[in-house]
């Protein structure tokens, strides 16, 4: 039984709050409509009408549950803790982010709305949207800064192969930050038809506490799953942080059962240090106020926002969801960092040894797991989540690894 | 009693409309900008709202985003913009100053420093865009608190249920955002404002300005026939952009400025 007052679980309080962090940071035109949001997720919550859609559609559309799968050859390789890892890469589209947008579509037809906005990083979650909106019909226009447009171009072709219409977006360093900027702008200007469907556990409340929720089928059926598999929990949850989504839905069902421990690991980039050439918002940032939300952030000593980098477009983002600045605050989960290379080490490991070609998101979360495997005991549970998987990402890796893909011989280049 | 109130008490008393106009502080640089600042009042402003730059400006359209890029680019800061104001205050004390921004920097130096500050400098109000009435307690309340006016933002999303709580406590004036969109974008429509600034003004006694999408002389002296003021931001900040002299600047100001005084 889960004592309430001493739950991790009962976030956020009404005024969207996770202690100090999250809230309802949002110019007067949006808020008649974040309140409205807020009383249809509130009603969808409920009713049962409404999972019972959800759940037909992750089972026939999205193809859950996703396996619980022992990682048996990387589990031997590090030598110490057995390894599970959470397929939600072999989810519809190829990674968590479909969990959410399902979600946020029903609520969008529900209210009435009939064009669909989203931002984008690694193009994940555009594409997501991009194929539920197909799905059912609906308008898609999806925010992607330029340079993002460049490294992550197959997913703008499966966006538009898919109806959507992909902005490329300039301002700033043309990355997460900055198509979400554009998409709040695009929001306010076409309030009354438009549903912004936000990819991560970021945004204005109800937004971090509703993805959430509909993330949480993931840590839902990772307990079920490792109770058939082990009759017992896992001792380690291990997941990546861009926003903070597919760790928010590991952890949340996991959160008030004391003995599991919870890291999220953020982009170290190259490296986090006073350069800020990184997007370990929690290692490396302060809290502030940004898209809706306060929670911690990279800023200079103005309270600018700093534009971060990683490798990997999904966790390029200079902020965090409020939930995960919370956790950490009252330290219930632990944050580390990842550089870029001991994730593009990950990477290839993972196809090594089980077959897996991971995206560059997860592909930080199992760098950790390198990290710590090793000094754990044999009956030492590991869950991690790898939430995506990494054909998006082979442009990239073959350029850091220095391969010439448009070499026919598949010569390494140099 | 602010600048603020003081001002549109001798407006109202000599029957003339306020004409408000925005600039983003710092732009191009801090010279320039004080240089404009300064001829604002001459130039037929009634109040003066300076812009804080801030790398990721929701509510505002390119040009504003520009602007603001521009200042940073050369320097500017929160503290470098209340500098400004003090500077401007020595040659001026009855031209009310109003920042407006976004919340991040404000609550980065910590609200109570920033309103000691900001006091201190000269400065009668704020319009902090990412704040609604559920924030208040954030800045709102201690800024009142302070001394300063809070004003709040009502937009045509603001429903007759909602604007009570809209205006509950906001001092000063209500600036009424006459399109659902971002700065320098649509053009308001001054048959569509009418009603709507009425609507406000029967739950209200403080004067009501209008702003977003005003960017000609004509529009300037319309919006000001239906309304307490008006406001122009993105046709002035253009110009600046587009690195005209100061005195050109000035006197495109003068233009709006006449056009809202014509009423
Ligand atoms: C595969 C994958 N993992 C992780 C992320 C980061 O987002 P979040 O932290 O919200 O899960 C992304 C974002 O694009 C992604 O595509």
Known sequence: ???????????????????????????????????????????????QSFWDQMDDLWKNYVGRPSPLYHAERLTQHLGGAKIYLKRDELNHTGAHKINNVLGQIILAMRMGKTRIIAETGAGQHGVATATVCAKFGLKCIVYMGAHDVQRQAPNVFRMRLLGAEVIPVTSGRGTLKDAMNDALRDWVTNVRDTFYCIGTVAG???????????????????????????????????????????????????????????????????GVNAKMEHCASLTGGRPGVLHGNRTYLLQDDDGQILEGYSISAGLDYPGIGPEHSWLHEVGRAKYVSITDMEALEAFQLSCELEGIIPALEPSHALAHVMKIAPELPADHLICMNMCGRGDKDIFTVAKHLGFDMSDTEGRVAG | MTRIDAKFAELSAAGKKAFVSYIMAGDPDFDTSLAIVKGLPGAGVDIIELGLPFTDPMADGPTIQLAGQRALAAGMTLDRTLELVADFRKSDDTTPIVLMG??????????????????????????????????????????????????????????????????????????YVSITGITGSAEADSGDVGPEVARIKAQTDLPVIVGFGINTPEKSRAIAGIADGVVVGSAIVALIGEGRPVAEVLDFVRTLSDGAHSI
Do not use: W
């Open chain 1, 204 to 270: 204005p409340h109800p937004y971090p506490a509703m993805v959430r929720d509909f993330q949480s089928i993931i840590g839902k059926e990772a307990k079920v799953q490792m109770m058939e598999a082990e009759g017992r929990l896992p001792d380690t949850l291990i997941a990546a942080i861009g926003g903070g989504s597919n760790a928010m839905g590991l952890f949340f069902p996991f959160l008030d059962d004391k003995d599991v421990n919870i890291i999220g690991v953020e982009a170290g980039g190259k």
């Open chain 1, 1 to 47: 039984m889960n004592d309430l007052f001493n739950s991790f679980m009962s976030g956020p309080d009404e005024s969207g709050r996770f202690g100090i962090f999250g809230g309802r940071f949002v110019s007067e035109t949006l808020m008649p409509l974040i309140l409205s949001l807020e009383e249809e997720y509130e009603k969808a919550k409920t009713d």
């Open chain 2, 102 to 175: 976004y919340y991040n920097p404000v609550y980065n130096q910590g609200v109570d420093t920033f309103l000691q500050k900001a006091r201190a400098a000269g400065v009668d109000g704020l319009i902090i865009v990412d704040l609604p009435p559920e924030e208040d307690s954030e800045l709102c309340l201690p800024a009142q608190e302070a001394g300063l006016n809070f004003i709040r933002l009502a937009t045509p999303t603001t429903d007759d249920k909602r604007l009570p709580t809209v205006l509950q406590n906001t001092s000063g004036f209500v600036y």
